[in-house]
T-cell receptor, first 114, second 115 residues
């Protein structure tokens, strides 16, 4: 069975500050990992994904995440927060090899303050 | 990428009634899924919609409560039956192409309130 833990249901940062959203996973097989963002009253949009290869992946809007197998982590970062980054962020895991079921974390609400 | 259209975008329904949610994709996709997002919570997979056969339900979800149809590769419906206030949630359609490295795309969701 696979699971995802997102530490911190709410994170607040100042505009221009570093964004760090934490995600730890549990999977019995090599995982595929995803970060999705959900803006108010909208569906989920893929930010980035890790499947194989380079462990540091870059996504849209300046976000990146690093897969660390030894720490079972896939934390999301952005060097400089923008007001438009305020949204809810979900980390998700699926089993590798074409597995299709996504297991989501509980989400982190990011607030960006002036 | 895939463009997903969900209807209705929101609805307020009386308890005991049923609501059918439609999901239309702009291209043929292999996998279609239905998720539920309860207030303040994460997404939970309800079922995988299979074309031409019965949907595959996750633990805790049953066909009588959430009947699903998928008549072709671009369309699916989810019905929430005999609704109660506990069914108030956002219901999201998701699609994915077969392939090891493909990601899932999501519709904008249907915000359901049961009164």
């Amino acid at each position: 069975a696979q699971s995802v833990t997102q530490l911190g249901s709410h994170v607040s940062v100042s505009e221009g500050a570093l964004v760090l959203l934490r995600c730890n996973y549990s999977s019995s097989v090599p995982p595929y990992l995803f970060w999705y963002v959900q803006y108010p009253n909208q569906g989920l949009q893929l930010l980035l994904k890790y499947t194989t290869g380079a462990t540091l992946v870059k996504g849209i809007n300046g976000f990146e995440a690093e897969f660390k197998k030894s720490e079972t982590s896939f934390h999301l970062t952005k060097p400089s927060a923008h007001m438009s980054d305020a949204a809810e962020y979900f980390c998700a895991v699926s089993e590798g090899g074409g597995g299709n079921k996504l297991t989501f974390g509980t989400g982190t609400q990011l607030k960006v303050e002036l | 990428s895939a463009v997903i259209s969900q209807k209705p975008s929101r609805d307020i329904c009386q308890r005991g009634t049923s609501l059918t949610i439609q999901c239309q994709v702009d291209s043929q996709v292999t996998m279609m899924f239905w998720y539920r997002q309860q207030p303040g919570q994460s997404l939970t997979l309800i079922a995988t919609a299979n074309q031409g056969s019965e949907a595959t339900y996750e633990s805790g979800f049953v066909i009588d409560k959430f009947p699903i149809s998928r008549p072709n590769l671009t369309f699916s419906t989810l019905t929430v039956s005999n609704m109660s206030p506990e069914d108030s949630s956002i219901y999201l359609c998701s699609v994915k192409s077969r392939g090891e490295y493909t990601e899932a795309f999501f519709g904008q969701g249907t915000r359901l309130t049961v009164v």
